[in-house]
């Protein structure tokens, strides 16, 4: 079942009907440009090079590790080796989490079911970025230290300090390296808790010493994130960036999930799920274990960008409570007997398919296809005479069709368009043309993006904001509110019109 799940994540994300989705987000656009030009002057980027408003301005390039990655990706196999990375990592993250679920008490069919609600879940953010390897170190993270919590191995004190090694790379690679440190609070505050309900003086300095060496790893944890190229300013950068209401308020992925979409509808089942193991289990939860379940589904309902690793944790954590429920379900007296016999044959029935996915070894199938995804992403995407892989951005979400136009006119001019397509523009444009914005928010800070939200919501002045950035160039939604004001204004023209994109040009004095 490991090898079925990877296998069906991998295939379909890279070549089957979910492999649009991963070039759905125009930002990798620049993740892969931003690789390529350190690549090319084997340094840091320090200042912004790909916007007109901010260039050469100070940037923190903060996943910079993932853009260096994946344009050595892009160099050797293009789209097709971004996408089937991205769908390596999934696929990789969501089987480990799958073997790591069982190895912990959960029954297979249950594992299997809920797995499959935090794969839904995670639909909302399927996009070639590098939050997608957030998901797997969390499920790391998060076996190393559930581990250490529920057992008194010493194997499992020392298999912590790898976690300040893996810190050094997460930091590296992407902001939610945050994760870690809340999932180390948890479990820190988890520690304390034992530490001061311990009844004999034995399990206190247990619980003590174990309190004191999560602290360690911590202090640790924290100092590998100060090997990054911006030192301990990157912290304050993050902090300010996230602490601007504005800006939580009005970027998308920061606001609330919608429950009306399919995404949002399998977060909500894993919580109705989560309750109906916590009531069900005969044991206190532990401390730890409660916290992060309540921290995942937290996190999850405030911003829909957390719903991927909130759905994940939860599955991990509450997966074998409702094993161990559903193990003890027969010797409930009040429960009817045909029911209780149904839970003594599922039970019966998990407990051998269970034991037998535990026995397994090899995965040979999964190698074998990864390998031939690497010779087609080498080859083109292609498989002797077949095209299989074949990686690009779509012409009814992207300008591809206005863009054409753009490279055949040979404009050099800064152009204004929305944010989500400012990152397709870098991609396919830069170093040639600048974009006026793009999706890098914590650039462009608040004052910026309030003139931004002011001229693609059309509001009162919009106007003005665009004299004052001296745009000459606009690329709009054919159907926008804008596009139907600019085409009302006659110092605006529209030089080329298509069912996505309008481009406009300011008439010359």
């Known amino acids: 079942m490991t090898d079925l799940i990877f296998l069906a994540l991998l295939v379909s994300l890279s070549c089957g009907v979910l492999a649009p989705r991963l070039l759905g987000d125009g930002g990798i656009g620049w993740h892969i440009r931003n690789g390529e030009q350190m690549l090319r002057t084997r340094a840091i980027t320090r200042n912004d090079p790909f916007s007109s408003t901010m260039q050469g301005q100070p940037w923190y390039a903060w996943e910079w590790l993932y853009d260096v990655l994946i344009a050595r990706i892009h160099q050797g196999m293009g789209l097709n080796g971004v996408v089937f990375f991205t769908a390596l990592v999934i696929a990789g993250t969501f ?18 079911i809920l797995l499959t609600l935090a794969v839904g879940a995670s639909a909302i953010h399927l996009f070639a970025r590098p939050h997608v390897l957030s998901w797997l170190l969390v499920v790391v993270w998060f076996e190393r230290l559930d581990s250490w919590d529920r057992t008194a191995d010493r194997a499992h004190d020392r298999a912590l300090f790898w976690l300040p090694l893996v810190m050094l790379v997460w930091v590296n690679l992407h902001g939610g390296f945050l994760t870690g440190f809340m999932l180390l609070g948890l479990y820190g505050a988890g520690s304390v808790l034992r530490w001061l309900t311990a009844p004999e003086p034995g399990e206190r300095r247990f619980a003590g010493r174990r309190a004191r060496l999560l602290g360690v790893i911590t202090l640790l944890s924290l100092a590998a994130t100060l090997v990054n190229p911006y030192g301990y300013k990157l912290h304050v950068h993050v902090f300010e960036y996230l602490s601007n209401r504005f800006l939580m308020n009005h970027i998308e992925e920061f606001l609330s999930p919608n429950f009306h979409g399919l995404a949002e509808q399998c977060f909500a089942l894993l919580l109705v799920i989560t309750m109906i193991g ?31 690793i909130s759905a994940i944790l939860l599955m991990l954590a509450v ?127 608040e004052s910026f993006f309030k003139d931004y939200l002011k001229v693609i919501r059309a509001e009162p002045g919009w106007e003005s904001v665009l004299e004052q950035e001296r745009v000459v160039w606009v690329l709009v939604p054919a159907e926008s509110t804008l596009a139907n004001l600019l085409s009302e204004r006659p110092e605006w023209a529209a030089v080329y019109r298509d069912t996505v994109a309008v481009l406009y040009r300011r008439r010359s004095d």
């Open 95 to 112: 089987a480990l989490a799958l073997r790591l679920t069982l190895a912990r008490g959960g029954n297979l069919p249950l594992t299997v």
């Open 278 to 308: 916590l009531a069900a289990e005969r044991e206190k939860p532990r401390p730890s274990l409660l916290l992060v379940i309540l921290f995942a589904a937290g996190s999850g309902l405030y911003a829909s960008r957390n719903l991927p």
């Open 319 to 445: 997966t074998p409570i409702l094993s161990r429920a559903g193990a003890g379900a027969e010797a409930h007296r009040e429960l009817a007997s045909g029911l209780r016999r149904w839970f003594s044959r599922f039970e019966s029935f998990a407990s051998r398919m269970t034991r037998m996915e535990l026995s397994l070894r090899g995965h040979g199938w999964p190698v074998l296809v990864v390998v031939l995804g690497l010779g087609m992403c080498a080859h083109g995407g292609r498989l002797g005479s077949w095209q299989i892989l074949d990686a690009h951005f779509s012409a009814q979400r992207f300008p591809v069709l206005a863009t054409d136009e753009i490279e055949r006119r040979g404009i050099q001019a800064p152009i204004f368009c929305p944010d989500f397509w400012g990152g397709y523009l870098i991609y396919r444009l830069y170093p040639e043309t600048r974009v006026v914005l793009d999706d890098r928010h914590d650039l462009y800070g």
